[in-house]
């Protein structure tokens, strides 16, 4: 089995930054895709930030010119600058990879535990 794990988060003032990461470890052949996904109070999962093993990113609408992803291959690791917060990016935060635990079969979707932003006004 492979297991995600983030860190970073926390509680910040609007305008402020915050940096999350997330290392994969485990049973891990490749890693395909990689993102960000939130999920706020009374409201759904959504995804914030994509990208793919070969760098291609994909953000929300909500977080275009603020929010950042990057992957670092090698490590496992995926990382999401968040820049120029807003109280409306207030969410729990969600790690997310699709993994080849060898290198046949297809890829299984792996998420992390979540960890809280807050964003005060």
């Known amino acids: 089995q492979a297991q995600l794990v983030e860190s970073g988060g926390g509680s910040v003032q609007a305008g402020g930054s915050l940096r999350l990461s997330c290392a994969a470890s485990g049973s891990i052949f490749s890693i395909n895709g990689m993102g960000w996904y939130r999920q706020a109070p009374g409201k759904e999962r959504e995804l914030v930030a994509a990208i793919t093993s070969g760098g291609s990113t994909n953000y929300a609408d909500s977080v275009k010119g603020r929010f950042t992803i990057s992957r670092d291959n090698a490590k496992n690791t995926v990382s999401l600058q968040m820049n120029s917060l807003k109280p409306e990016d207030t969410a729990v935060y969600y790690c997310?990879?699709?993994?080849?635990?060898?290198?046949?079969?297809?890829?299984?979707?792996?998420w992390g535990q979540g960890t809280q932003v807050t964003v005060s006004s």
């Open positions: 997310h990879a699709k993994i080849f635990r060898s290198r046949f079969g297809s890829d299984y979707d792996y």
